[in-house]
């Protein structure tokens, strides 16, 4: 660009970040090593290790202008958590010297009473504390020098998302470790790679504070339709291209120097809508890099004069926001387990691992949903532009037919005639599936990994892909228990192989998820289908899941019910925020500027009549009318919402099933019937008198 001086893309990279080569540079070469030791195998740090680590952290960090130190934590509200302390110690003699403790690092004991726990702390102390999460990495940010951290109450209970991340990545890799071995693989550990698709979209600043629906709840609640909505319009390119590319731009750089692999950003189909996807990386390193950069993401936004909503719908009728969870396990070595090998014995551990997500994902219907729950995605899934609310799984033509040819001791390869007998028969090298990605499937396997597009674009990546290590942790363990006890491993594969195949085959489907008639197939087959949140997250503490969760040390059953009661609690305050924000426009804005509108009219009528007989003012008259008639109707409808409000509150705590199927059956009705008039409304009246900023005008920035 003429006059600036272009930046220096890999030096900027991880310039911020207290990475492999830092630590190098900075850590003597014996306290390097015992830290890598620690990273590799999850073992505690010494202490006087901790103390050099902490003290060359710090130093570190000085130079790169810090001057605090915060644990950096992520509680259940979704979003991250951090305290900042400041390096400063008295010396004694009425000055300061930069200080930092190995147990500063290690430990820190934030008030938990302000952080949702869903119970946990009825029955144990307020206060929680954090534990440094060496496996990923320090950074600095602003003042401050961030160290990511997990969150437990002081009896061990995870009050954070990241604890149980971590705890089921424990699952798999022991899990996943048994299957290898058994293929003869010496692999040391299995590790879990994550990259999230963001979807976003961004609406002028201006626009999104005159609105207290945007600015109290992330969404719109109200809005007629635009002439034009979902298709592409000549305006989106041009000048407001070059707005949003300079934010990009700023965002990529930001994101860089914290070492996040941002890699891909786009427009996506809905006017205003973008996408940013990052290169994979592990599991709770790449959790924790796309909650820094959903925080980036707002805070950069409001730089460019801009506001990015990660709402799940922003805007009724338009496309909503996804955040599709590209997950696959790797040996640390980097061999991803699901790539189909070169070799049928190789071929024979991927398709016993692709069964075991099989199995996973059908015997966990209830789980997978429960992980992209919330009142927020209800508003996008099933809406024919994202994943219906019934889980199943799209594997593509070619894997299909070879499970096909498995379960029904088929031949697979017309080459190769006679049985397809897995690991021993010269299986055919499984080709990339060249058929085109079915987008409608909630997940689907992509040639090597698997992309689970129900989560919404607002919730922590950590939910979804701790169900999915432990569903697939608790297959490989039902896996490996059956083979670990076979005489003749061939035929016990082959025989499990077509057992799982048969017995799940129901959860594949490579058709229309948008098609309201896979609603009844999937009835046939006997899939879960469970609507909405409220329906869904009452699943979480059936005996199944409580046992699943149990058996690999994911969640006790106190934090599971603890889990429900907050998910549940964080539905019902979510709509009573949202129908009171309603109320609030209603009665404060909407109905007194139509009302004023009505009134103008009748005064045209009353002038006009005056001058002349002749004015009929059947327009007038008509519209006045019409208006009078809504405004009416409106002003019942928003007293019934009140009503359902309050109705709510009383029932019983907001951690209930039953407040949640009250907000959802009763509630939300209102809420729709309310906005349904009032958008009419807004169709019928002058622009001017309108109090808020059209669709128009927030989609098409400009
Ligand atoms: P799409 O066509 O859906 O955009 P991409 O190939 O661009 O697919 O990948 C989307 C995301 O999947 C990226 O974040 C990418 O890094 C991630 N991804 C690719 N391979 C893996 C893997 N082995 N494990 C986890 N995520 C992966
Ligand atoms: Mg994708």
């Known amino acids: 660009m003429i006059g600036k001086t272009p930046i220096h893309v890999p030096e900027l990279f991880g310039s911020m970040v207290f990475n492999e080569p830092v630590m190098q540079e900075w850590l003597p070469e014996e306290t390097y090593l015992a830290l890598k030791q620690t990273m590799a195998e999850g073992l505690p740090l010494d202490l006087s290790v901790a103390n050099v680590v902490a003290t060359a952290m710090k130093d570190w960090a000085l130079t790169k202008g810090a001057t605090h130190y915060t644990h950096w934590f992520q509680p259940m509200t979704g979003v991250t958590a951090e305290k900042h302390e400041s390096f400063i110690t008295p010396d004694g003699s009425g000055r300061v010297i930069m200080e930092f403790s190995g147990k500063e690092l290690i430990k820190g004991e934030p008030d938990a ?13 307020a206060r929680g504390y954090t534990a440094w999460d060496p496996t990923s990495y320090a950074f600095v940010r602003g003042h401050s020098l961030y160290i990511p951290t997990a969150f437990c109450s002081h009896g061990g209970e995870a009050l954070d998302n990241k604890t149980p991340l971590l705890r089921s990545m424990e699952a798999i890799n022991t899990q996943a470790l048994r299957i290898l071995r058994l ?151 980097g061999v991803n387990l699901l790539e189909p090998g070169s070799s049928p014995s190789q071929n024979a551990q991927f398709l016993l691992f692709i069964a075991a997500v099989m199995q996973a994902v059908d015997a966990h219907q209830d789980l997978l949903r429960i992980s992209a729950a919330s009142a927020s995605n209800d508003q996008r899934l099933g809406g024919y532009e994202a994943p219906p609310a019934i889980v199943s799984m799209f594997i593509g033509d070619e894997l299909e037919a070879i499970f096909e040819a498995i379960e029904h001791r088929k031949h697979y390869d017309p080459q190769h005639p006679g049985e397809l007998y897995v690991g021993v028969d010269a299986l055919p090298g499984i080709p990339r599936d060249v058929t085109d990605r079915n987008r409608t499937s909630p997940l689907a396997f992509t040639g090597n990994k698997f992309e689970f597009r129900m989560p919404g674009s607002s919730q922590s990546a950590a939910g979804p892909v701790t169900v999915f290590n432990t569903i697939v942790a608790d297959s490989l363990a039902q896996f490996a228990d059956q083979l670990e006890a076979a005489d003749d491993f061939s035929a016990a594969l082959n025989a499990l ?45 059936t005996p199944k899941n409580i046992a699943l969760f149990e058996r690999h040390g994911v969640f006790s059953k106190t934090e599971l019910y603890a889990r429900q009661e907050i998910l549940l609690e964080n539905y019902c305050k979510t709509l009573r925020i949202e129908a009171a924000t309603m109320v609030e426009m209603v009665l404060r804005d909407i109905l007194p500027a139509v009302m004023d509108y009505g009134k103008d009219l009748a005064d045209t009528i009353v002038a006009k009549t005056g001058v002349s007989a002749e004015f009929a003012c059947r327009a007038e008259r008509a519209l006045l009318l019409k208006i009078s008639i809504l405004t009416d109707t409106t002003y019942e409808q928003v007293t019934a919402l009140k009503n359902t409000i309050s109705a709510g509150v009383a029932l019983d705590s907001y951690g209930s099933p039953a407040t949640a199927r009250h907000f959802n059956t009763v509630v939300l009705p209102a809420m729709a019937a309310l906005r349904q008039t009032v958008d009419t409304l807004e169709t019928l009246v002058s622009k001017a008198c309108w109090p808020y900023p059209s669709y128009g005008k927030l989609i098409y920035l400009h």
């Open 497 to 541: 192989l077509r057992q799982t195949i048969q017995a799940h085959r129901r959860i594949l489907f490579s058709g229309n998820g948008y098609d309201a008639a896979w609603i009844q197939e999937a009835a046939q087959r006997g899939l879960m289908h469970l609507p909405t949140a409220a329906d869904a997250i009452p699943h979480l503490t």
């Open 113 to 125: 009473s302000s952080f949702p726990s869903g119970g946990l702390r009825a029955t144990f102390e």
């Open 183 to 333: 293929f003869g693989n010496d692999a040391t550990r299995v590790t879990v790679t994550v990259g999230p698709e963001q979807e976003y979209f961004l609406v002028d600043r201006k626009y999104y504070y005159s609105r207290k629906d945007l600015t109290y709840t992330g969404r719109t609640l109200f809005g007629a339709p635009p002439p034009k909505g979902q298709e592409l319009d000549d305006h989106y390119y041009g000048f407001i291209k070059t707005r949003v590319s300079a934010y990009m731009k700023e965002l990529d750089e930001a994101l860089w120097a914290l070492g996040i692999l941002a890699k891909t950003e786009h427009n996506e189909g809905a006017p205003g809508q973008h996408e940013l996807a990052p290169l994979f990386t592990t599991a709770n390193v790449s959790v924790d890099h796309n909650q820094l950069t959903m925080e980036i993401m707002r805070k950069m936004a409001k730089q460019h004069d801009l506001a990015c909503l990660l709402h799940e719908k922003p805007f009724a009728g338009i496309n909503g926001s996804g955040k599709h969870v590209n997950w696959s396990i790797a040996t640390t070595d």
